[in-house]
């Protein structure tokens, strides 16, 4: 079963900064990396990561610098920031509240007929 990119979409950039928290990398290591941890079920197309880079230095949460690659193309590398390191935080506790809720909501455990405060029903 594939993952629904549309799960993945919104958390692109707390993607990026989790694998910028490792090391400094480049987009081509970082989408080889998300395919590989997905069991080749997700990957990122180009645009979106390059719009997400973009978006991400605008916001001071990573900064790029030119690689001094020995051979091959020259590659622009992605670091992440003191405000990206908190953005990550951030990010992955709104994630963890976010998936308990919905845990709780899928697991087929909702009471159908749930009473307010007063005991009266909803």
């Known amino acids: 079963m594939s993952i629904a990119s549309d799960l993945i979409r919104g958390h692109t950039e707390t993607i990026i900064l989790a694998l910028l928290m490792r090391e400094d990398s480049y987009g081509y290591r970082i989408n080889k990396a998300i395919r590989h941890a997905t069991g080749g079920e ?3 197309k180009e645009a979106t990561l390059y719009t997400a ?6 916001t001071c949460f990573i900064r ?5 690659e020995e051979s091959g193309a ?3 590398y992605y670091a992440i920031t003191d405000a990206g390191r908190c953005a990550y935080t951030a990010a992955l ?7 308990a809720l919905i845990n709780r909501l899928v697991s087929g ?5 749930p009473t307010d405060e007063e005991g009266g029903a909803l």
């Open 109 to 113: 455990k909702i009471d159908p007929s």
């Open 93 to 99: 506790a709104e994630w963890r509240r976010a998936n």
């Open 42 to 44: 997700y990957e990122l």
């Open 64 to 68: 790029s610098y030119w690689g001094n």
């Open 74 to 76: 020259r590659r622009r």
């Open 53 to 58: 880079f973009r978006r991400l230095e605008e």
